[in-house]
Nanobody, 120 residues
Framework: QVQLVESGGGLVQAGGSLRLSCAASGTIFSINVMEWYRQTPGKQRELVASVTSGGSANYADSVKGRFTISRDNAKNTVYLQMNSLKPEDSAVYYC??????????????WGQGTQVTVSS
């Protein structure tokens, strides 16, 4: 079993910052890509940022220069530092990871989501 638990969401004024964390636990041998998605009501979930096990990161155009994704492989944790937040960044943010278990199985896994609300 693999679990992803997010934390760090909340309410912030426009221009402010938040840092999201997502910790993976369970029968983990290694974790390949770790990603952050976000979703607003009535819209599809969109990829915000991704980071490989080697630390290579990619970002959606809408967050480039404002968000930074990073990971701590020793802690099986991925972070999303969000700066210069805008009201349109408001969404439920989800963590996603491709986990290789100790039984050598691949487990794509999602967190439960954390709400980010940016007030204008």
């Amino acid at each position: 079993q693999v679990q992803l638990v997010e934390s760090g969401g909340g309410l912030v004024q426009a221009g402010g910052s938040l840092r999201l964390s997502c910790a993976a636990s369970g029968t983990i041998f290694s974790i390949n890509v770790m990603e952050w998605y976000r979703q607003t009501p009535g819209k599809q979930r969109e990829l915000v940022a991704s980071v490989t096990s080697g630390g290579s990161a990619n970002y959606a155009d809408s967050v480039k220069g404002r968000f930074t994704i990073s990971r701590d492989n020793a802690k099986n944790t991925v972070y999303l530092q969000m700066n210069s937040l805008k009201p349109e960044d408001s969404a439920v943010y989800y963590c996603y990871a491709v986990v290789v278990t100790t039984q050598d199985m691949i487990r794509p896994s999602w967190g439960q989501g954390t709400q980010v609300t940016v007030s204008s």
